[in-house]
């Protein structure tokens, strides 16, 4: 019977064993409802064939809705995430809370040296990466070659605002439904308030002086909101108010923007036949200045970082360096072309002939170089980054500036009334932060 009983005992060890090899570890990651994320989505079956052990779930969120959960969870500690899509702005506050896992022990072929300095720069806290960017961003106007030929103008590469507004103007046909320029109107600190800070930048604009009092009553944010609003008045779609990154890249697709000022990471899906019908017309230029010396783009990376919560961290980071790879890039270029990899990250990837192919490439790469997020503006100011400020507070601030904005654009309140809100706003809410 003993004999019996210590068999038995090692059989059950063995079963046990061997079901702890083969046990799966689910990791959850958190993203944005945008096209190259969605992208990746479809590409994970080479993932899981590396790694069967490891299974993917995913949280697929419009933009604002994944900030809020992601913040939410992360602050809480809440451990609902394992990878986070997060952004330039997030990545250098939540890496000194300490709420991240540093990065900088991925494998060396992941090779951190390759990642564009401005980008990795953005990433890094005293020395350590808190994130692997998936794709680089600055932002460009993306155009209609045709519309533009027949309203018998040129597009220069570094346009000015006068000339985009002369060319919205040519362009517009609303009769026919097509509208010179489509621009971010949706309420939120990374949706209008992205595009309308970093055009705010070109007209020599600030969020705040050197000691940190806000500049809504100033004569330069006035032009600059003032500014958007005839040309969206003017030259815009119909509901701007309710339209985002999205929106605008389905209207721009279907044929109705004569311009589109947006992240330079569009190229690759208005310029795609697939699902573009003006995917041969499209011409990509600088965004617009004013004369000033600060042109009218942000910088952005879209990155992947692991929460301190999460109890899965070193699956996770398979996961990590494997979707920001240079063989992720390949996959891609592989299976959809070069002109759909995730751009905007990688040295090797500029300097890829293939890639240098690609018709928005060099102008990526232009706008990206272009955009300095430690002097970000023509007059000084105390803080850096492009398209916010990179101090906790602004999201929330920025956020309800945004809704007065997209207030003033859907007719109601004006331009006077809601920059005197965004000012009295941030006044108090900087003043309750201490500042």
Known sequence: MKQNTSLSLVSVAAILAATAVHAETTITIATVNNGDMIRMQGLTDDFTAQNPDIKLEWVTLE???????????????????????????????????????????????????????????????????????????????????????????????????????????????????IYGICLRGKAGWGENMAFLTAMSNSFGARWFDENWRPQFDSEQWATTLNTYMDLMNNYGPPGASTNGFNENLSLFQQGKCGMWIDATVAASFVTNPTDSTVADKVGFALAADAGLGKRGNWLWAWSLAIPTGSDATEEAKKFVAWATSKEYTALVAANEGWANVPPGTRTSLYENPEYAKVPFAAMTLNSINSADPTAPTVDPVPYTGVQFVAIPEFAGIATQVGQEFSAALAGQQTVEEALAKAQILTAEEMEAAGY
């Open 63 to 177: 933009e604002n809705v994944l900030r809020q959960r992601v913040t939410q969870d992360i602050a809480a500690k809440g451990g609902q995430f394992d990878v986070m899509t997060i952004g330039t702005y997030e990545v250098p506050i939540w890496g000194a809370q300490d709420w991240l896992v540093s990065l900088n022990d991925l494998p060396d072929e992941w090779d951190a040296d390759d990642i564009l300095p401005a980008i990795r720069g953005g990433l890094t806290v005293d020395g350590e990466l808190y994130a692997a960017p998936f794709y680089g961003e600055s932002s460009m106007v993306m155009y209609r070659t045709d519309l533009m030929e027949q309203a018998g103008l040129e597009m220069p590469e570094a346009p000015s605002w006068g000339f985009i507004k002369e060319a919205a103007a040519a362009m517009t046909d609303k009769d026919n439904g």
